[in-house]
C-alpha cells in the first residue's frame, strides 16, 4: 500500500520504552508523522537529538534516521493523531496483583484528542478484560465506541537483543473490541509486518499472550527443577538434558539463577490473578523459578565455608545474556544478597555496563585473577570462551552451565 492510500498516516504513541520507541521509530522510517509521548524530560529531550536511552542493536540508527527526517518527534503532551498506540508499563502489585494504573493515565490522557475513524491500540501486555476496560473509559469520555472509534489489542511479542527484527517477522495477534475493529486494525499492521496478522477477540489476544510468557516460565522452572534434582544427584544437568533432547519430541530450555525480565517473571501473574485455583501448575512454575536465586546463594554459602576470608567474583548482572538490562535480574538480586551476607569480598563484573550506580565494576580478567570462588550467573558471550582448564584453581559456580 502506498503512503497516499493509506487511511492512516499520523501515529501518537504513548510510552517510549523498550517497545514504544522501536516501533515509533520503525513506523516514522514507514512514512507515517509520528509522535512519541514520554512522561520523563530526558528521554524526550534525548530522542529528539536523534539519541536514545536504551539499549538495542541498530535501535540508535532508526532513532536518528526517523528525527532527522522529521518524521519522529519526542513529546511530554500527546498530539491529535489517526492512531494512538499504548506503549506503557503493566507491572504487578506487591500482592501480584495487576497495575493498570498506567494503562489507564494514558487512556484518560489521549481521551480529549481522538476523533471519529481514530484507531486506538494497546499494545501493553495486559490481563484479560483490560482493552475492554480501555473502552470503557473512552466510552466514559463521550466516545461512541460501538461505530466511531476502533479499539484493539495486539500485543508486542519481540525480543530484547532482536527487538527491530522481531518487529516486522513475527506473527502479530490483533484482537478487537469488535469484528470492526479487529479488521482495521489488522489492516494497520498487515501494512508493514511481514509475518501473518491473526485476527482474533481483544480478550483472547489478551490471554494468548500471557500463555506464551507462561509457557515459556513453565518449561524454564522444569529445567530448574531438574537442575536441582542433578545437583543431588551429582549428575551434570546440562549432559543429561542435550542427551534427552535427543529424543524427537522432547525439548527442554535451560536452568539458570532465576528468571528474570519484566516479561516472563511478570506475566504468569496476570493469569494467576484472574484464574486463582485454575492456575495451579503456572503458579508453581512462578515459585519454583522465584526460589531459584535463593537455591544459588545456598550453594555459595556451603563452598565459601571451605576458605578463611574468599573473594567472589560475580560474573554478570544481566537478567539474560548479551543485553544490558538488569531490570528484575536473578543475578542482581543474587549479588545483592551476597554482600548483604557479608560472608566473602565480593567484586563484579557487567561487559555490556560501562558502570553500575550501586556496585564497582571490575573487567573480566580482574576478576578472574582476584577470585577464590567464581559465581556465574549470566551466559554472556565473553565469559563462554572460557575453559575448566583456565580456572583449575577456582571453585567454580557455574548456574548456566557454559564452562567446558
Ligand atoms: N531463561 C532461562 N532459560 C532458558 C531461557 C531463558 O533461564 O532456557 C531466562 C533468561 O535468562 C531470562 C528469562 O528467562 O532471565 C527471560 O528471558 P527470555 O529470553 O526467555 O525472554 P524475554 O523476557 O527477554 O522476552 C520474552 C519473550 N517471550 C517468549 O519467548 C515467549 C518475548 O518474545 C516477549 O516479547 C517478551 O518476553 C515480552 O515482552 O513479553
Given at each position: 500500500m502506498t503512503i497516499l492510500q493509506r487511511k492512516f498516516n499520523s501515529v501518537c504513541v504513548i510510552g517510549l520504552g523498550y517497545i514504544g520507541l522501536p516501533t515509533a521509530s520503525f513506523l516514522g522510517t514507514k512514512g507515517y508523522q509520528v509522535t512519541g509521548v514520554d512522561v520523563s524530560p530526558s528521554v524526550v529531550d534525548t530522542i529528539n537529538q536523534g539519541k536514545i536511552h536504551i539499549v538495542e542493536p541498530d535501535l540508535d540508527i532508526l532513532v536518528k534516521s526517523a528525527v532527522n527526517s522529521g518524521q519522529l518527534k519526542a513529546s511530554l503532551e500527546p498530539v491529535a493523531a489517526d492512531i494512538f498506540i499504548i506503549a506503557v508499563p503493566t507491572p504487578f502489585k506487591d500482592d501480584h496483583q495487576p497495575d493498570l494504573s498506567y494503562v489507564e493515565t494514558a487512556t484518560k490522557m489521549i481521551a480529549p484528542l481522538i476523533r471519529p475513524g481514530n484507531l486506538v491500540i494497546l499494545e501493553s501486555t495486559s490481563p484479560v478484560g483490560t482493552t475492554d476496560r480501555v473502552a470503557e473509559l473512552l466510552a466514559e469520555a463521550g466516545h461512541n465506541t460501538h461505530d466511531d472509534i476502533y479499539v484493539a489489542h495486539c500485543p508486542e511479542r519481540v525480543l530484547p537483543g532482536r527487538i527491530l527484527i522481531e518487529l516486522v517477522q513475527n506473527d502479530r495477534i490483533v484482537g478487537g473490541i469488535n469484528a470492526k475493529s479487529t479488521e482495521v486494525a489488522v489492516e494497520f499492521y498487515q501494512a508493514f509486518v511481514s509475518g501473518e496478522v491473526l485476527g482474533t477477540s481483544a480478550r483472547t489476544a489478551e490471554l494468548s499472550k500471557l500463555t506464551e510468557n507462561a509457557f515459556r516460565d513453565v518449561n524454564i522452572a522444569f529445567a530448574n527443577e531438574l537442575s536441582m534434582i542433578c545437583e543431588k544427584e551429582k549428575i551434570d544437568t546440562w549432559e543429561l538434558i542435550s542427551l534427552a533432547n535427543r529424543h524427537p519430541r522432547v525439548n527442554i530450555l535451560q536452568p539458570g539463577p532465576g528468571v528474570g525480565g519484566h516479561c516472563i517473571a511478570v506475566d504468569p501473574w496476570f493469569i494467576i490473578a484472574r484464574a486463582g485455583e485454575s492456575a495451579r501448575l503456572i503458579k508453581t512454575a512462578r515459585e519454583v523459578n522465584d526460589a531459584k536465586p535463593n537455591w544459588v546463594l545456598g550453594k555459595v554459602q556451603e563452598k565459601a565455608q571451605r576458605f578463611k576470608n574468599p573473594t567472589i567474583a560475580c560474573l554478570g548482572l544481566a537478567f539474560k545474556a548479551d543485553v544490558d538490562d538488569c531490570r528484575e535480574s536473578p543475578a542482581l538480586d543474587i549479588v545483592r544478597r551476597l554482600i548483604e551476607q557479608n560472608i566473602a569480598e565480593v567484586i563484579i563484573c557487567e561487559p555490556?555496563?560501562?558502570?553500575h550506580s550501586e556496585f564497582e565494576l571490575v573487567s573480566l580478567e580482574q576478576a578472574v585473577s582476584k577470585a577464590d570462588i567464581i559465581l556465574l550467573l549470566v551466559d554472556h558471550k565473553p565469559f563462554k570462551v572460557m575453559t575448566a582448564a583456565q580456572l583449575s584453581d577456582k571453585v567454580v559456580i557455574d548456574t548456566r552451565g557454559i564452562i567446558k
Amino acid at each position: 500500500m502506498t503512503i497516499l492510500q493509506r487511511k492512516f498516516n499520523s501515529v501518537c504513541v504513548i510510552g517510549l520504552g523498550y517497545i514504544g520507541l522501536p516501533t515509533a521509530s520503525f513506523l516514522g522510517t514507514k512514512g507515517y508523522q509520528v509522535t512519541g509521548v514520554d512522561v520523563s524530560p530526558s528521554v524526550v529531550d534525548t530522542i529528539n537529538q536523534g539519541k536514545i536511552h536504551i539499549v538495542e542493536p541498530d535501535l540508535d540508527i532508526l532513532v536518528k534516521s526517523a528525527v532527522n527526517s522529521g518524521q519522529l518527534k519526542a513529546s511530554l503532551e500527546p498530539v491529535a493523531a489517526d492512531i494512538f498506540i499504548i506503549a506503557v508499563p503493566t507491572p504487578f502489585k506487591d500482592d501480584h496483583q495487576p497495575d493498570l494504573s498506567y494503562v489507564e493515565t494514558a487512556t484518560k490522557m489521549i481521551a480529549p484528542l481522538i476523533r471519529p475513524g481514530n484507531l486506538v491500540i494497546l499494545e501493553s501486555t495486559s490481563p484479560v478484560g483490560t482493552t475492554d476496560r480501555v473502552a470503557e473509559l473512552l466510552a466514559e469520555a463521550g466516545h461512541n465506541t460501538h461505530d466511531d472509534i476502533y479499539v484493539a489489542h495486539c500485543p508486542e511479542r519481540v525480543l530484547p537483543g532482536r527487538i527491530l527484527i522481531e518487529l516486522v517477522q513475527n506473527d502479530r495477534i490483533v484482537g478487537g473490541i469488535n469484528a470492526k475493529s479487529t479488521e482495521v486494525a489488522v489492516e494497520f499492521y498487515q501494512a508493514f509486518v511481514s509475518g501473518e496478522v491473526l485476527g482474533t477477540s481483544a480478550r483472547t489476544a489478551e490471554l494468548s499472550k500471557l500463555t506464551e510468557n507462561a509457557f515459556r516460565d513453565v518449561n524454564i522452572a522444569f529445567a530448574n527443577e531438574l537442575s536441582m534434582i542433578c545437583e543431588k544427584e551429582k549428575i551434570d544437568t546440562w549432559e543429561l538434558i542435550s542427551l534427552a533432547n535427543r529424543h524427537p519430541r522432547v525439548n527442554i530450555l535451560q536452568p539458570g539463577p532465576g528468571v528474570g525480565g519484566h516479561c516472563i517473571a511478570v506475566d504468569p501473574w496476570f493469569i494467576i490473578a484472574r484464574a486463582g485455583e485454575s492456575a495451579r501448575l503456572i503458579k508453581t512454575a512462578r515459585e519454583v523459578n522465584d526460589a531459584k536465586p535463593n537455591w544459588v546463594l545456598g550453594k555459595v554459602q556451603e563452598k565459601a565455608q571451605r576458605f578463611k576470608n574468599p573473594t567472589i567474583a560475580c560474573l554478570g548482572l544481566a537478567f539474560k545474556a548479551d543485553v544490558d538490562d538488569c531490570r528484575e535480574s536473578p543475578a542482581l538480586d543474587i549479588v545483592r544478597r551476597l554482600i548483604e551476607q557479608n560472608i566473602a569480598e565480593v567484586i563484579i563484573c557487567e561487559p555490556n555496563l560501562q558502570s553500575h550506580s550501586e556496585f564497582e565494576l571490575v573487567s573480566l580478567e580482574q576478576a578472574v585473577s582476584k577470585a577464590d570462588i567464581i559465581l556465574l550467573l549470566v551466559d554472556h558471550k565473553p565469559f563462554k570462551v572460557m575453559t575448566a582448564a583456565q580456572l583449575s584453581d577456582k571453585v567454580v559456580i557455574d548456574t548456566r552451565g557454559i564452562i567446558k
